[in-house]
């Protein structure tokens, strides 16, 4: 049955079935191939009137741009994780794909994206509070799975799968807990007693370790970074720019928000330069590739998957606690020195935000305690921290 005359409606049944249903063949202008579904009713008069609809559905998500076949939400994941990973030069953050794929696949993963709406949300986080595996998870957490879903539904909507973006509800939270970090006299301890922490290492058989932990800790509490973004980082991610003032390092890193470059703090090359001049010694004068790994582990000739340990160890050392204010101290923390050291010189909350690779909301929700009316636009002029500037006669491919 052509239900309009123009075959853009076709009405059948099936006849072969025991309890035949009719369905529906539908042709959209501006869409390639047919959709085929079935109106779920044996009734001539339910059926028109679902085939009708249907169409008037159709034809507009095909005129703002989206697809005849829909996709389901598992579909759309799986081409979205293989989008995240062939996008990034360096491996991606996997946990924004993991914060989707644990929970929300199992919920939502046959169901069609475009048939999603808010309201299914608000029953997903009674639900999702129900379900975990080692704890109940907080607003907090909900929240940042809530964000890795949105950049799930964001690509749905570039790739017109969905034909506008839905709102998300975001949990209340019982407020922002501040972030741990260091005050100025716990960060100068440090700097003091790291020094006879990598020196002692040596009879233990830890100097190296210990030494590359040392630059570590230094570079990420001089640039900001992420500690994935500063893990991944090669020796072809290091290059330098000359000013008026000088020499500025620049790193390139691969992060959440993709490629950026961040700009050192000043005279930080001295802390490349020590890695650098290691690998060649070891290397036994030759130079490292540029495609090598600056925090390189010559156990398995790839970044350190972490640090965790030495860097508590390191912590005690000094005699700095690692709780405070509830929480632990991590190697995160030092980014977070950098945030508010930043903002104490009076940066502009919207350079720190490129800087650091986040969102000027972020950096005002996190760090607005410290935020001041008085802002300039230079980072060379507002840091706080003081490196060293020791001049040496080699040649780095970063100068």
């Known amino acids: 049955m052509d239900l309009r005359g123009d075959g853009r409606i076709i009405l059948f049944l099936r006849s072969e079935a025991k309890n035949p249903k009719y369905y529906v063949r539908l042709k959209i202008p501006n869409s390639k191939g047919y959709k085929t579904v079935s109106t779920k009713t044996n009734n001539l008069i339910d059926s ?61 993963g046959s169901m069609k994206i475009n048939k999603i709406q808010s309201k299914d949300f608000h029953e997903y986080w009674d639900w999702r509070k129900l379900n975990f595996k080692r704890k109940k998870p907080s607003d907090d957490t909900l929240n940042r799975e809530r964000t890795s879903i949105m950049g799930l539904f964001k690509f749905s909507y570039q790739r017109g799968y969905v034909t506008e973006l839905i709102s998300i509800p975001k949990l209340k939270t019982k407020g922002i807990n501040k972030r741990p970090t260091f005050n100025m006299g716990e960060w100068k301890t440090i700097t003091t007693m790291m020094r006879k922490w990598v020196e002692e290492g040596r009879p233990l058989g830890r100097w190296r370790e210990r030494f590359i932990l040392q630059q570590y800790v230094l570079l990420m509490s001089n640039s900001g970074v992420r500690v994935g973004e500063m893990r991944n980082l090669k020796w072809e991610d290091v290059s330098s720019v000359d000013t008026d003032e000088g020499k500025q390092i620049v790193l390139r890193v691969s992060g959440k928000v993709g490629m950026r470059d961040v700009v050192l703090n000043p005279n930080c090359e001295v802390y490349l330069r020590r890695l650098y001049d290691l690998r060649k010694d070891e290397l036994k004068g030759k130079r490292p590739t540029q495609f090598e790994y600056v925090f390189l582990s010559r156990k398995t000739m790839k970044p350190y998957t972490s640090f965790k340990t030495s860097f508590n160890g390191m912590l005690e050392y000094c005699g700095i606690p690692i709780g405070k204010n509830g929480m632990n101290r991590t190697i995160y923390s030092l980014r977070h020195f950098y945030g508010t050291e930043r903002l104490k010189g009076n940066i502009s909350p919207y350079i720190l935000a490129k800087q650091m690779g986040t969102s000027v909301e972020m950096i005002e929700k996190h760090y607005g305690h410290i935020l001041t009316k008085d802002i300039i636009a230079s980072i060379r002029k507002t840091t706080n921290q003081k490196s060293s500037n020791i001049q040496t006669e080699n040649s780095y491919p970063f100068d």
């Open 48 to 108: 028109q009137r679902i085939s009708l609809d249907l169409y008037d559905e159709l034809y507009h998500q095909i005129q703002v741009g989206g697809t005849l076949q829909s996709k389901t939400y598992k579909d759309v994941f799986d081409e979205w994780s293989t989008h995240r990973k062939n996008s990034y030069q360096h491996k991606p953050n996997n946990r924004t794909s993991e914060y989707v794929a644990v929970y929300s696949l199992d919920y939502f």
